[in-house]
């Protein structure tokens, strides 16, 4: 009985892993080749940082990201088990607590999320868990949309441990969860995928600069200790965290949508090898 037990853990932490495997590596994937290969001259314009960083960046957050779905398989194996023992606040049917509650469910949980990821993420800025542990993701200088899984295995736990949080604390329909997983993939990939797609006052506009943008985490990745935020910039703003020129960088960003200055593609391919260098010394500065 217990060998059975064990096999049967296995075998549900790697059907977890290959499913999560399978949705990010699609996902991630297509958007990788639509901007970074098929469409890349036509939405050049909106590129962040005007170059590409260079293939051992990209096989590097690719072979890291198989890592960490492979971790987060086994602590969704669990999710399920403990789901399945009814240890969880998992409900059912849809409408036990009313639709209300249930569109507020989501929504809670993507606010938690947040406050989660900020706490979490200015721990992994501790000098001992960055230069250990947090340094992995931050050599995506210049993040693709592979970058977003591209975790050191102790980041991955952290990154993961989300949603054992709220599975035990938010009564929640497992519908709830796909929806909330699926946003989080979303938001996740687009904020490190090197574009920019929002338009021109956005960051500083009164109601709309309290949600993130590609530009904040992509500064995040280039200065490291500032724009600490996930999918809003609250915490960012009331802790005063943000990079003291976000809102005049993004706009620069905005602005060369329509400049006659931007590189050609071929010259920022040619400067892919500037992003070791700039790696190597954001690295030294933040040991």
């Not at 993939?185 to 109601?207: Q, R, T």
């Not at 609250?234 to 003291?244: A, G, K, M, Q, V």
Request: net charge positive.
């Amino acid at each position: 009985m217990h060998t059975f037990s064990s096999y049967k853990t296995i075998t549900d932490t790697l059907e977890e892993s290959l499913l999560l495997s399978i949705r990010f590596f699609l996902f991630a994937g297509a958007i990788f080749l639509f901007f970074y290969v098929w469409k890349k001259r036509k939405y050049w314009h909106l590129k962040i940082q005007q170059r590409f960083p260079g293939k051992e960046y990209i096989l590097r957050e690719i072979r890291y990201s198989f890592y960490t779905v492979f971790i987060f398989g086994i602590v969704l194996a669990f999710v399920a088990w403990a789901t399945k023992e009814r240890w969880t606040l998992i409900y059912y049917p849809i409408d036990k607590y009313g639709w209300g509650y249930y569109v507020f469910s989501v929504i809670l949980m993507i606010f938690i999320h947040d406050a989660y990821f900020y706490w979490t993420h200015r721990m992994l800025h501790w000098k001992p868990l960055f230069k250990h542990v947090h340094l992995v993701h931050h050599l995506s200088l210049n993040p693709t949309p592979f970058s977003s899984y591209a975790f050191h295995p102790v980041e991955a736990v952290v990154e993961i441990g989300i949603i054992p949080v709220l599975i035990f604390t938010v009564p929640y329909h497992v519908s709830a969860i796909w929806i909330f997983s699926g946003y989080t993939l979303v938001m996740n990939v687009m904020g490190h995928m090197g574009y920019e797609f929002f338009p021109k006052g956005f960051a500083s506009h009164k109601i709309f600069k309290w949600h993130n943008t590609a530009t904040n985490h992509n500064m995040h990745h280039r200065f490291v200790k500032c724009n600490y935020g996930l999918y809003f910039n609250i915490w960012d703003r009331l802790l005063n965290t943000n990079h003291p020129r976000y809102e005049e960088i993004y706009e620069e960003v905005i602005a060369q949508r329509s400049s006659k200055i931007l590189e050609t593609i071929e010259a920022a391919t040619a400067k892919a090898g500037d992003d070791e260098m700039e790696a190597e010394t954001a690295i030294e500065l933040n040991r």
